[in-house]
């Protein structure tokens, strides 16, 4: 199998790579979906192998296609350095898929990134929230930002910090609850069972002894939801439990989490990925106290 030739090639080919679709790297490349598809075809039959395997939901590369990865970006970097006569960050273009937890997208991350838009305005990011686990192997996102620190891969990882948690309920829940024993007559808001593993659900388990939760979800807003309207106590992330007006009964659990920014080795060079690493590296600083529940 040859090197590629073309810095045409190499785009075409680290496009469907990180989009996973013709049709998300058509877009990016600004052409059409049936010319990049001729192109990629034509670029397979020249190297003579397959650099991907077709499924319904998507483009995943092959071993081939995981062996020219590096060097595709490697020419991606070189073309980047030659065309950048001045030096200046605000040449960064181009799309960055970042993968994280819903309770760190949505009221800390997305309304964070104005400000990096804005100093670099050819820059797109796709935000990648829900329960399913995204591979950075498998090229599903450039980076994640998790609370589950990997334990292999070829894998750059920094602590961002850590998520504090506490047990919080509602002014009016506090107000009205009943106190003959610790938690004896309290409601808890918690996890389904297919969440039970987490470090919050377990001790809400230790805690209840046996007794059922009086509303179980799989999703942390519609327990800070429940929290608000009265519905129980619940372990919540401080920041957000602080937002919604909660109050904290008890801090110090034990469930605290560190959070990981991970990206693939070979793209912690590139200008896209690091720029919105070093975004998140900031924010994630700046917010250090108010994560940890700290005032």
Same mark, same amino acid.
């Given at each position: ?36 598809? *001729?192109?990629?075809? $034509? ?47 605000? =040449?960064?273009? =181009? *799309? ?49 930002? /998790? ?11 920094? $602590? ?34 297919? +969440? +039970? ?8 388990? *230790? ?6 939760? /009086? ?22 992330? +401080?920041?957000?439990? *602080? ?25 912690? +060079?590139?200008?896209?990925? $690091? ?16 994560? $940890?529940?700290?005032?």
């Amino acid at each position: 199998m040859s090197s590629f030739v073309h810095w045409d090639d190499a785009r075409i080919f680290l496009a469907v790579a990180r989009c996973g679709t013709l049709s998300g790297a058509a877009e990016s490349l600004k052409i059409g979906i049936a010319t990049l598809s *001729r192109r990629l075809d $034509r670029l397979e039959g020249a190297l003579g192998v397959p650099l991907f395997t077709r499924h319904q939901t998507g483009y995943r590369l092959t071993d081939d296609g995981e062996a020219l990865l590096e060097r595709a970006e490697r020419l991606e970097q070189a073309g980047l350095a030659f065309g950048d006569t001045s030096g200046a960050e605000s =040449g960064v273009t =181009g *799309r960055v898929r970042l993968a994280t937890a819903e309770n760190l997208a949505n009221p800390l991350i997305v309304p964070s990134l104005g400000a990096l838009f804005a100093q670099h305005p050819a820059l797109r990011v796709e935000v990648v929230s829900g329960l399913n686990t995204v591979n950075l192997h498998r090229r599903d996102a450039d980076l994640a930002v /998790r609370m589950v620190r990997p334990e292999a891969g070829n894998l750059t990882i920094k $602590r961002l910090g850590t998520l504090g948690f506490g047990l919080y309920g509602s002014a009016d829940y506090l107000s009205a609850r009943r106190v003959s024993a610790p938690f004896v007559d309290d409601d808890f808001i918690g996890w389904a069972e297919t +969440h +039970h593993h987490l470090p919050a659900a377990k001790w809400v388990q *230790r805690i209840l002894r046996g007794r059922p939760c /009086r509303l179980e979800t799989n999703t942390l807003s519609a327990q800070l939801a429940a929290a608000s309207a009265g519905a129980g106590l619940a372990v919540l992330p +401080h920041f957000l439990a *602080r937002q919604a007006g909660l109050r904290c009964l008890m801090s110090g659990l034990g469930v605290d989490q560190p959070i990981w920014l991970v990206m693939q080795a070979d793209l912690a +060079h590139s200008r896209r990925v $690091r720029v919105v690493a070093d975004h998140l590296i900031e924010l994630f600083t700046v917010q250090a106290t108010a994560l $940890r529940g700290e005032t």
